[in-house]
């Protein structure tokens, strides 16, 4: 079975200048999320899909960062436009069922950025 | 709200000796437990979870850990590390019911020959 999958593995860019990631979580997998972490830190949820919809976004600054899950499978996670306290590594993660609470959820390999 | 305290950010320990990294969770309500693994450049991996029953959880590559209600301790422990058990270990906790996870900022177990 595939893991998920995350691209690109790594990203540098420019304050103020924008940049997406994509996530393919693990095929049938219902629930997808997108964590931050930080150097130095434990992940931190940014956000959670369920199918297409959003069950919590509450950590998510939406002044500059957006995320969409396309038909329920792939999702893109956006900074637009990013700050240099966005260097992080952006893990995507994937659970199967809809009852996620006690799932595992399933890690891709994260994709680290840097902000200059 | 939940809270985890990883209490050691790295854990030094020679080949062949036991380990213990410690956990201690905060929460006002009903818990489920987690540890996850973290080799370099790797995503996360889960290593056990508990979600009810039992208190000692096997998981994978021989660690177990216990959950201590009244300490509010989830320890991971292996008798014997291998060197390829160098990584960063992570607990996260979530609510009982729900699967947003809150992590602890992890242990670092560096095992040496």
């Known amino acids: 079975e595939a893991g998920v999958a995350q691209s690109p593995r790594y990203k540098i860019i420019e304050k103020r200048q924008s940049v997406a990631f994509w996530c393919n979580p693990i095929s049938g997998h219902a629930t997808l999320y997108w964590y931050q972490q930080i150097l130095g830190q434990g992940p931190k949820l940014l956000i959670q899909f369920q199918n297409n919809g959003v069950v919590d976004d509450s950590q998510l600054p939406k002044d500059r960062f957006s995320a969409e899950r396309l038909k329920g499978v792939d999702s893109t996670l956006k900074i637009q436009p990013a700050k240099l306290e966005d260097s992080a590594v952006y893990l995507c993660a994937s659970s199967p069922s809809g009852l996620p609470a006690a799932d595992t959820q399933y890690f891709g390999p994260g994709t680290r950025l840097t902000v200059l | 709200a939940q809270s985890v305290t990883q209490l050691d950010s790295q854990v030094p320990v020679f080949e062949e000796a036991p380990v213990e990294l410690r956990c201690n969770y905060s929460?006002?309500?009903?818990?489920?437990l987690f540890w996850y693994v973290q080799y370099p450049n790797q995503g996360l991996q889960l290593l056990l979870k508990?979600?009810?029953?039992?208190?000692l959880v096997k998981g994978i590559n021989g660690f177990e850990a216990e959950f201590n209600k009244s300490q509010t301790s989830f320890h991971l422990r292996k008798p014997s590390v291998h060197i390829s058990d160098t990584a960063e270990y992570f607990c996260a906790v979530s609510a009982t019911g729900y699967s947003t996870l809150t992590f602890g900022k992890g242990t670092m177990l560096l095992v040496s020959p």
């Open positions: 508990y979600l009810s029953g039992s208190t």
């Open positions: 929460s006002s309500v009903s818990v489920y």
